[in-house]
């Protein structure tokens, strides 16, 4: 079973300061994804990287695949209360159709 | 367009009841997913539909049966449900290749089952 550790579970951190949140796992994944989710929404998808070491941008944030794919890392700088939201990895399994999520991590931006 | 429309956005139910969920997307993807997702838990995989068959069920129970009429629409028909089954429920599409491409979720259907 392919498995997917985020951390931190819960961040609450004031307006401005900057924070990364990890997705690791020991196994190699073919893709990854990050989505930001909302309150009795669906997620929204913000990035897939697919090539390790490939690193992208999204304003003030930057998601990076490790070189291994086997994990991922999510930064935001200067963050904002509308940052605000549960943060969800989801790893794609090569030939099997299907992605395996972290647990998410639940942000909070305080004015 | 990027959209995966789902609807209802709200059911309730009696454990008697049967109802069907609804979910259609015209993004031209070949893949469509269930999942269900408990409060503060990530989404869990239910049925997975690659060119309108079936290709995986999650051992998922068979009061819940998936439906995929063509490659635009997914149902998930709903037949004596317990209250633990009460959750948000999400349709997801993405294309096939040979690694799994990035998914687009619907708003979801929030199910109450009492």
């Known amino acids: 079973t392919q498995l997917l550790e985020q951390s931190p579970q819960f961040l609450s951190i004031q307006e401005g300061e900057n924070l990364t949140v990890y997705c690791n796992s020991s196994?190699?994944?073919?893709?990854l994804q990050w989505y930001r989710q909302e309150p009795g929404e669906g997620p929204v998808l913000l990035v897939t990287?697919?090539?390790?070491?490939e690193v992208k941008k999204l304003k003030r944030l930057t998601f990076q695949f490790g070189d291994a794919r086997k994990d991922s890392s999510l930064h935001i700088t200067a963050a904002q209360p509308g940052d605000t939201g549960l943060y969800l990895c989801a790893g794609g399994i090569q030939g099997a159709q299907k992605l395996v999520f972290g647990q998410g991590t639940r942000l909070t931006i305080n004015p | 367009d990027t959209e995966v429309t789902q609807t209802p956005k709200h059911l309730v139910m009696g454990m008697t009841n049967k109802k069907s969920l609804k979910c259609e997307q015209h993004m031209g993807h070949r893949a469509m997913y269930w999942y269900k997702q408990k409060a503060k838990k990530p989404p869990e995989l239910m049925f997975v539909y690659s060119y309108e068959k079936l290709s995986i069920n999650e051992s998922v129970p068979s009061r819940f049966s998936p439906e995929c009429p063509n490659s635009s629409l997914l149902n998930l028909h709903l037949h004596a449900l317990q209250p633990e089954d009460s959750a948000l429920y999400l349709c997801?599409?993405?294309?096939?290749?040979?690694?799994?491409?990035?998914?687009?979720f619907g708003q979801g259907t929030r199910l109450t089952v009492v």
């Open positions: 196994s190699v994944f073919s893709s």
């Open positions: 997801a599409s993405s294309q096939v290749v040979r690694w799994v491409s990035e998914a687009f």
């Open positions: 990287v697919v090539t390790g070491g």
